[in-house]
């Protein structure tokens, strides 16, 4: 697939996301069909077929992977050689402009807050991609780190990133997600003492 072929694949795939996530939104998730986000969607039924398999996958959308050459870095020991803040680096990149709109976030927590099946589903997605970088961090630190020690990281990982939403939703726009979730690695520093 060429590159511009997979930038309008990302760019529909994300307008349907925005779409099913805004009409889960307005009219819960049994609320719409499939032929209503197409049609919000502008694209035929069998298009949005060709993307998502059902309403869940469309809501939650293609959940971003790691870019090969940062995973390399990250499992070499780099960029920093300190694994909280490698770990950040690793993770930031997902976090994309469009991702990150405070807009987006607001309304993407209210809908998953008010679908339990949502919630269950998006569980499911963040249990395996911790489980991915539980592996890297394993290869990276070495066996005798151990997967509890690479689940203590991804665990603290969640909570900044659950301060730091906190933080970013209620602060009208004074700074960007990254700076709230900077401000709350500090923060989780001071307090573990390191």
């Given at each position: 697939?060429?590159?511009?072929a997979?930038?309008d694949?990302?760019?529909?795939?994300?307008r349907?996301?925005?779409?099913?996530?805004?009409?889960?939104?307005?009219?819960g998730?049994?609320?719409?069909?499939?032929?209503d986000?197409?049609?919000?969607?502008?694209?035929?039924?069998?298009t949005?077929f060709?993307?998502?398999?059902?309403?869940?996958?469309?809501v939650?959308?293609?959940?971003?992977?790691?870019?090969?050459?940062?995973?390399?870095e990250?499992?070499a020991?780099?960029?920093?050689?300190?694994?909280?803040?490698?770990?950040?680096?690793l993770?930031?990149?997902?976090?994309?402009?469009?991702?990150?709109?405070?807009?987006?976030?607001d309304?993407?927590?209210?809908?998953?807050?008010?679908s339990?099946?949502?919630?269950?589903?998006?569980?499911?997605r963040y249990?395996?991609?911790?489980?991915?970088?539980?592996?890297?961090?394993?290869?990276?630190?070495?066996?005798?780190?151990?997967?509890?020690?690479?689940?203590?990281?991804?665990a603290?990982?969640?909570?900044?990133?659950?301060?730091a939403l906190?933080?970013y939703?209620?602060?009208?726009?004074?700074?960007?997600?990254?700076h709230h979730?900077?401000?709350a690695?500090?923060?989780?520093?001071?307090?573990?003492?390191?």
């Open positions: 697939m060429t590159r511009s997979t930038k694949r990302a760019a529909t795939s994300w349907i996301t925005r779409c099913a996530m805004r009409l889960a939104d307005e009219h998730l049994d609320g719409w069909t499939m032929d986000l197409a049609e919000a969607a502008e694209v035929s039924r069998r949005l060709n993307y998502f398999p059902g309403k869940l996958d469309a939650l959308g293609d959940w971003p992977g790691f870019e090969d050459e940062m995973l390399a990250f499992r020991g780099g960029p920093h050689h300190d694994l909280v803040l490698d770990l950040r680096t993770v930031m990149p997902l976090l994309d402009a469009k991702i990150a709109d405070r807009a987006w976030l309304c993407s927590k209210r809908v998953l807050l008010a339990p099946r949502l919630l269950t589903v998006a569980h499911e249990e395996a991609l911790s489980a991915e970088v539980v592996e890297h961090i394993l290869v990276r630190e070495g066996a005798t780190f151990g997967a509890a020690g690479a689940k203590v990281a991804i603290l990982l969640a909570a900044l990133f659950d301060a906190d933080g939703l209620h602060d009208e726009g004074q700074h960007d997600f990254v979730f900077d401000h690695l500090r923060t989780a520093r001071t307090l573990l003492g390191d």
